[in-house]
């Protein structure tokens, strides 16, 4: 999978991109299509969803679910209202949380319709980032649908 660069995506014959809203802007997502190349779009309000889900993407990511340290958002934590919210919403689309997440919240986001969760911070700021992954992977398997 790669992050953002639909175009990298293309040359290097990736099966999968994630793109911002940013990143969606200059895509060719007919190109991506013809390649074969599924994405998955991040949301953060109501336009940018509606927008996501008329391009029919593989899934819909959320966030920041909570409060984030990764980046500087310019959107406040959307809470688990709004993942219930986007749930109703995306229907069949698997719903992707992101943000501020750890394995104590994984319930209360998959209880509120998430799908998936994605993480970042709290396995690179771990104090041992393996030993945090296998922490992460014991949390989720409860989940696997």
């Excluded at 391009?55 to 709004?82: E, F, H």
Aim: with cysteine.
């Amino acid at each position: 999978m790669v992050n953002d660069h639909w175009r990298l995506a293309l040359e290097i014959n990736c099966t999968f991109v994630h793109l911002g809203q940013e990143d969606m802007d200059g895509a060719d997502f007919g190109a991506l299509r013809s390649a074969g190349v599924r994405f998955g779009l991040s949301t953060h309000d109501p336009a940018e969803l509606d927008r996501a889900l008329a391009l029919d993407p593989t899934y819909v990511a959320l966030g920041p679910v909570y409060p984030t340290k990764l980046k500087q958002m310019k959107w406040a934590p959307q809470g688990l209202d709004r993942v219930r919210d986007w749930k109703v919403r995306t229907g069949a689309v698997p719903l992707v949380g992101i943000g501020g997440l750890t394995p104590d919240r994984l319930p209360g986001l998959f209880a509120a319709g998430a799908d998936s969760a994605a993480v970042v911070t709290d396995i690179e700021q771990a104090a041992d980032p393996a030993a945090r992954c296998r922490e992460w992977i014991a949390a989720t398997r409860g989940y696997l649908r």
